[in-house]
Every structure is written in structure tokens, then in C-alpha cells.
């Protein structure tokens, strides 16, 4: 039985206004962000292990900087997601644009991932890996390393402890639950205000919070599972 893994991040920097591979080693925002994923990650036993940095250039980086869709034939998400180099060896792949195009009213994509969860392994393909927009990344690095944590909790198989109705939740028996009965204000979303004490403070809560950061023992036992963490 599993308590510990190692999981390789191989990260991608597609056209990016902030910086490139090289800059974004130097930048301290961003590497206080991969240290607070390695926390975040930890806590689940996923020590992170190598972590290597690629441009992605040329044509790509024009056209995908910004991706304009996420479903159907041909999608951009799709085609930035198969640049990801298989000579890169296993571990978990994240691409990093200027934004994502899509989001629901009210809400930006902050990131998605290929699948949940993702083909393992398996790079160059149209789901392998996550995407991340660098919308919140002003934010700081807390804020935006929930984000990558997040969405590589779902390509390594972890669904939200809660969906936006409260009415569906996750699989795990161990993971808190936020229903719909606590959606005060009848709009039909629980909110992270309307959810404290009730999962907001998971990290795959389904909304972005500044205290969403844990994991409970059920979601270590899926993470340590996944064949990426060897």
C-alpha cells in the first residue's frame, strides 16, 4: 500500500507575455508557486520530483497563446495540449497561456485539464496535460499554485469535493460535501462564503478560494494510484 510517490512536473510556456522558460526560473513568483505546490502535493504523500521547463515556440506559441476553444473538432486546448514532448519522460504535464476563452458568465477558466483523469504518460496527445491561464497569476503565487495543484488533482483522477448546484459530489466517502441547502442567497451556486465548514477548504472545492488548499486521506489514496506517481 502506498504512502509516498514521486510525480516529474514538465512545464510549458506558450507565448507569454510574463516571461519565458528561462525567466520564469528566475522569476520569484513563480518559484514560490512550484514550492507551494510541492506543499500542497506533499500533503497527499506526491513528493514532486524533477521539474523541467520548455518553450513552446514558433507558429504554436502565436497561435495558441490565447485559447479560443476548449470542446469540439479542432479545439485550440487540444492542439496546445499535443505539443507536450514525449522525450520528456513520465510525469504531469502543465501548459501556460495568456488566457482561456469560455468561461460561463461571471467566471473565467482559470484552468482545465485533459482529462480526469488524463492519460498517463502519455504526451504529444490531445489530452495530455493541464492547462493553466496566467489570469490570476497577478494574485500571487498562493492563489495561483491552488490552481495548477487543482487541476493536476483532476488529470491524476480527483473529481470536485462538490459541484456548483450542491448536488453532486465527488466519489469519496471521506470528502466534505457542500448541498445546495446552503445556498443562501438561492442563485444556484454554492458559493466559497456559503460553504465554509463545508468543503471550501478542499482543494478540489469547484470554485476558487483563498484557503482552498487541503486533501483528505481518500483523495491521497486516488493520487498515490495514479500511474504517474511512481
Request: charged share 15%; proline share 6%; hydrophobic share 40%.
Amino acid at each position: 500500500v502506498p504512502s509516498i510517490g514521486k510525480l516529474d512536473l514538465h512545464l510549458y510556456f506558450v507565448g507569454l507575455e510574463e516571461f519565458d522558460a528561462a525567466g520564469a526560473r528566475q522569476d520569484p513568483v513563480f518559484q514560490a508557486t512550484i514550492a507551494r505546490v510541492r506543499e500542497l502535493y506533499g500533503q497527499a504523500g506526491v513528493v514532486v520530483g524533477d521539474v523541467t521547463y520548455h518553450d513552446v515556440g514558433g507558429s504554436a506559441a502565436i497561435e495558441y497563446a490565447v485559447v479560443d476553444s476548449i470542446q469540439g473538432a479542432g479545439n485550440e486546448m487540444a492542439g496546445v495540449l499535443a505539443q507536450s514532448d514525449p522525450s520528456a519522460g513520465p510525469g504531469l504535464n502543465f501548459f501556460f497561456v495568456r488566457e482561456i476563452v469560455g468561461g460561463q458568465d461571471g467566471y473565467v477558466i482559470l484552468g482545465i485539464a485533459g482529462g480526469i483523469p488524463g492519460p498517463p504518460d502519455l504526451s504529444g496527445g490531445p489530452h495530455s496535460g493541464v492547462l493553466v491561464g496566467m489570469t490570476d497569476y497577478a494574485d500571487g503565487a498562493e492563489q495561483f499554485a491552488q490552481t495548477m495543484a487543482h487541476e493536476g488533482g483532476h488529470f491524476l483522477g480527483l473529481y470536485h469535493t462538490s459541484e456548483s448546484s450542491g448536488t453532486s459530489f465527488d466519489p469519496l466517502a471521506g470528502t466534505p460535501e457542500c448541498p445546495a441547502s446552503r445556498d443562501a442567497n438561492f442563485d444556484g451556486y454554492v458559493s466559497p462564503q456559503e460553504c465554509k465548514g463545508y468543503g471550501v477548504e478542499n482543494l478540489m472545492f469547484w470554485s476558487a478560494a483563498s484557503d482552498a488548499s487541503g486533501l483528505v486521506s481518500d483523495q491521497a489514496f486516488v493520487l498515490l494510484r495514479n500511474p504517474s506517481v511512481r
